[in-house]
């Protein structure tokens, strides 16, 4: 049950050893507290650092670590609802985990308890993050939502909500689709993913093959790699390649990774297109959101100047989620870019879920075709 094994180590330590994952690591529940540390207090809220049991893609137990931050005013009836936060991309090594440089869990000016994961494999000391794997994204984002049951003093509901960009809203996508199966007792009442990549296994090949830079697909493959032994580097890319890439995983974030990549300049480094070869092939279709039912009413986001996130990927989503019947919403901008959505889809996005928290019929523009 929830309250099974140790209570977590309440940690005092510098902020490097938290990272560092008890070995062996001790038996306990999706979601259990392993380590918490007090990040002090601002804008009525209090923020801690945690260290808490996940899933991976394996179905291991694996520790993972993240940030979350709750009110400190007495809780409404059936408690503070959730927003969980799934971040977008920063890499693939410890020290690119965003719990490391931040102090509070962002909450989209949402009232209620925030916990913001950092996935599996990216914060704990001597592990790879398995970039776009969507069970090792969506399984922490998940059962943060019991981590936060978990601190008494957070007094988390059981409602949640699911909010991300870019990677993250690749990982919202999944935690909808897992969100039934996995955390049963809790409801996920809405999932806003805002610019989530897809047509993840030809899309990741193509950009090997042709462009630059070539960062994105170069993570989601070294992800792979460091996941499942099975699948070699060298079988889809020159050994110079292949080599540069794990060093980098491990010693650069997102932009660091993209930067150095750029040194190959147009040489072609694939040898066997990813998407044609096995084990590669089916790894990478793992990473296609939406191929299953999910939960509760979606909010996707685009715009159509992104340039890094084309808008023909959400597309593809709301296809999917529509021709299931499942409650879909896509806002098309006009401009904003990657990034700009955020800041200009703000007070929509709040109010899209303030409603969905407050039990009002959800939208839908399937039936319009966009």
């Not at 799934?86 to 090594?93: E, K, M, N, S, V």
């Not at 969100?179 to 899309?203: E, Y």
């Amino acid at each position: 049950g929830p309250g099974s094994g140790e209570p977590p180590e309440q940690y005092s330590g510098p902020d490097d050893a938290f990272y560092e994952v008890p070995d062996p690591l001790p038996p306990g529940d999706a979601g259990q507290l392993i380590r918490v540390q007090d990040l002090g207090e601002s804008d009525g809220y209090a923020h801690l650092r945690v260290m808490y049991h996940s899933r991976d893609a394996r179905d291991q137990d694996r520790a993972v670590t993240g940030i979350i931050s709750h009110p400190m005013a007495p809780a409404p009836e059936g408690g503070w609802p959730v927003i969980a936060l799934a971040h977008g991309t920063t890499g693939l090594g410890s020290q690119c985990a965003p719990s490391r440089f931040q102090t509070a869990a962002p909450g989209f000016g949402l009232e209620g308890v925030r916990v913001a994961t950092d996935y599996v494999g990216l914060g704990p000391v001597g592990e790879v993050h398995p970039y776009l794997s969507g069970l090792s994204e969506a399984q922490p984002v998940i059962v943060s939502n019991r981590a936060a049951r978990l601190l008494p003093e957070a007094l988390a509901g059981e409602r949640w909500v699911a909010v991300g960009h870019s990677q993250g809203g690749h990982a919202a996508l999944f935690a909808r689709e897992l969100a039934a199966q996995r955390l049963p007792a809790h409801q996920l009442i809405g999932t806003v993913a805002l610019a989530p990549p897809s047509l993840v296994k030809d899309t990741m090949t193509a950009i090997l093959v042709a462009l630059q830079p070539k960062g994105f697909a170069a993570m989601t493959v070294a992800g792979i790699a460091a996941t499942h032994p099975d699948a070699e580097l060298t079988d889809i890319l020159i050994p110079a390649a292949a080599e540069a890439i794990g060093t980098l995983v491990e010693t650069e974030c997102a932009a660091g990774i993209d930067r150095a990549l750029g040194l190959f300049g147009n040489t072609d480094i694939v040898v066997a297109n990813p998407n044609q070869i096995e084990p590669w092939a089916t790894y990478l279709q793992a990473a296609e959101p939406a191929i299953a039912t999910g939960a509760g009413p979606l909010l996707l986001i685009h715009s159509i100047d992104d340039r890094t996130v084309p808008a023909f990927m959400s597309a593809v989503v709301e296809m999917r989620t529509c021709s299931r019947g499942e409650p879909t919403v896509r806002w098309v901008l006009g401009s904003g870019g990657h990034n700009g959505i955020i800041g200009l889809t703000f007070d929509l996005d709040r109010q899209w879920t303030l409603d969905r928290f407050a039990g009002v019929p959800a939208p839908s523009n399937c039936a319009s075709g966009g």
